[in-house]
């Protein structure tokens, strides 16, 4: 199963979206995807998200299915994506991380997760849309490990959901400075192709390293 997250820089800015303010088409930093292993479990390295006017701070998550890996920067197409959605924090955790720079220097308006209307909706007594973590250190500056569970349903075809499709092959991620505008890689070195098997439903448990040096 192919894993996909996404998510904006310190200051709120996407790559790939061509609007203003945001990085524009050909940038695809802080964009990753890996493959799970036989267990389900897919990690990555990146950087804690910003906020943007109107949102809490978050993380865009997909998971496909079948896809097709096409080299070892694990780069694929085609597949069914069977979730779309997002992966949020805690309160206080965020108050932490904004009050350090460059995420203190962020000066669009943040609003709490319980005013952010998409949250809302999607935490239910049966969703916790909220990740579980750990400080590896005596402040934020050195480091964030954070995991979530997802389950998914193997038989879902979110494809109606994707608000764009790929015409050719992208680079998912580039090298360069989180906190300014670019990311480090958020590619890995191991491809798992086998979809994870023993029913239509499957637990697909997501951590990953959230952290950088100050």
């Not at 709490?112 to 849309?129: F, M, S």
């Not at 979809?195 to 100050?214: E, I, M």
Request: net charge negative; hydrophobic share 35%.
């Amino acid at each position: 199963m192919a894993i996909d997250l996404w998510q904006c820089n310190s200051t709120g800015v996407y790559s790939g979206v061509d609007a203003p303010g945001q990085a524009g088409e050909g940038t695809t930093w802080l964009r990753g995807v890996q493959m799970s292993d036989r267990e389900g479990v897919a990690s990555f390295d990146t950087v804690f998200p910003g906020h943007y006017a109107g949102r809490t701070n978050h993380i865009h998550v997909m998971a496909t299915r079948d896809p097709r890996v096409l080299d070892a920067s694990q780069q694929y197409e085609g597949g069914v994506p069977t979730h779309i959605g997002q992966f949020y924090f805690d309160e206080r955790l965020i108050e932490l991380v904004e009050a350090v720079q460059p995420y203190a220097g962020n000066d669009k308006p943040r609003v709490r997760n319980d005013r952010d209307g998409i949250a809302v909706a999607a935490a239910t007594d049966e969703n916790d849309i909220f990740m579980d973590y750990v400080l590896l250190g005596d402040g934020v500056g050195y480091g964030i490990l954070a995991w979530i569970t997802v389950g998914v349903d193997m038989r879902a075809d979110q494809s109606d959901s994707l608000a764009v499709a790929a015409t050719a092959t992208p680079a998912l991620s580039t090298s360069g400075s989180p906190g300014s505008g670019s990311s480090s890689s958020t590619q890995g070195s191991t491809i798992v192709t086998t979809t994870p098997t023993g029913g239509a439903l499957r637990a697909v448990a997501t951590p990953f390293l959230l952290g950088w040096r100050l």
